[in-house]
């Protein structure tokens, strides 16, 4: 190996490290129901809206690559998550007839299995869901959020997260029509991972959704899925205010029977109440970016810059 790529490869060992790369996943469940979610890290904060007015976010972020499967939402019952019955579909078909509520519920499980604030509010009475705004007494409370507590790492995404990562450009230079990194109607397809391809235009029969890891091709920044398969709740208000429990709350993504037209693209906004429950309907799961605590961080850069220093030294002795 030369000096250069030498460097390069150092590099990149501190970077996987630091925490600083695109791809994260992270365990959840217990025993023979662990199961695991892959994050892609969306970055350039403080980018520019779209010409609509969406996508901008102030901060970099972490969301899911592919929609929840039933396949997950089965594992976390089976650890412990309650009163979230999702149905639909099996295996790794796309958790659906899920409501608002739920897909929330499924959330705030993911936090208080590991030992996190839960992100929203939620009661339960009989079979009926709640939730209430966070307040400044809370611990989390957040001001420019009453939805979503800000101690809380993984929650379902806003729209401008949602739209951010479907629709944005990967280097923050602007964004696409739709969401397969391209500016013309992906090509239709049942299943697969093709460049510009998306599940949608497929009829009402079966086979119905493809496997969350077959659901077209990818996004620019690198997920699957947020066009056809199912439409995907997103955290907020249909408003932007996040400041009523009742106002109905935002959807979008397209369809696996839906056309091009049906809330493919980033010009259709749909919104739905927060205990509407259809079979067409799922969510994705959005986080924090992760940092490693400064004394690991610190030990680890030491060991690697040690080995990069020893490299150095056995290839210029040579």
């Not at 295996?91 to 839960?118: C, H, I, Q, R």
């Not at 935002?250 to 259809?278: H, K, N, Q």
Request: proline fraction near 4%.
């Amino acid at each position: 190996m030369n000096n250069a790529n030498l460097a390069k490869s150092f590099a990149s060992a501190i970077l996987v490290v630091a925490g600083l790369t695109s791809a994260h996943a992270e365990t959840f469940g217990t025993g023979a129901n662990l199961f695991t979610l892959d994050f892609t890290t969306i970055g350039n904060a403080g980018n520019s809206a779209d010409t609509n007015g969406y996508g901008s976010v102030g901060y970099s972020y972490r969301i899911s690559k592919y929609e929840i499967s039933q396949n997950q939402i089965t594992a976390a019952t089976a650890s412990g998550l309650q009163n979230v019955t999702a149905g639909g579909w099996s295996g790794d078909k796309p958790a659906a007839n899920m409501s608002w509520y739920e897909s929330a519920a499924f959330v705030n499980w993911l936090n208080t299995s590991k030992g996190f604030a839960p992100a929203y509010n939620l009661s339960r009475a009989g079979s009926t869901w709640s939730m209430a705004l966070w307040n400044p007494a809370d611990n989390g409370y957040d001001a420019n959020n009453l939805f979503r507590n800000s101690q809380a790492k993984y929650f379902l995404p806003s729209e401008n997260e949602f739209y951010k990562a479907a629709f944005g450009k990967s280097d923050g230079s602007g964004y696409y029509l739709y969401p397969t990194a391209g500016n013309s109607a992906p090509t239709a397809v049942t299943s697969g991972t093709g460049l510009g391809t998306a599940v949608y235009n497929q009829g009402w029969v079966p086979p119905g959704p493809a496997s969350i890891y077959q659901a077209g091709g990818l996004s620019s920044y690198g997920t699957m899925g947020q066009g056809g398969n199912i439409q995907e709740w997103q955290e907020s208000s249909a408003d932007g205010t996040n400041d009523s429990v009742g106002d109905h709350r935002m959807v979008r993504g397209g369809y696996w029977y839906g056309g091009a037209s049906d809330a493919l693209d980033s010009s259709t906004r749909s919104s739905f109440g927060p205990s509407t429950d259809i079979v067409n309907l799922g969510f994705r799961v959005a986080g924090v970016v992760v940092v490693p605590e400064p004394s690991s961080l610190a030990t680890a850069l030491v060991g690697l810059a040690c080995c990069g220093f020893s490299l150095w030294r056995r290839r210029n002795r040579a």
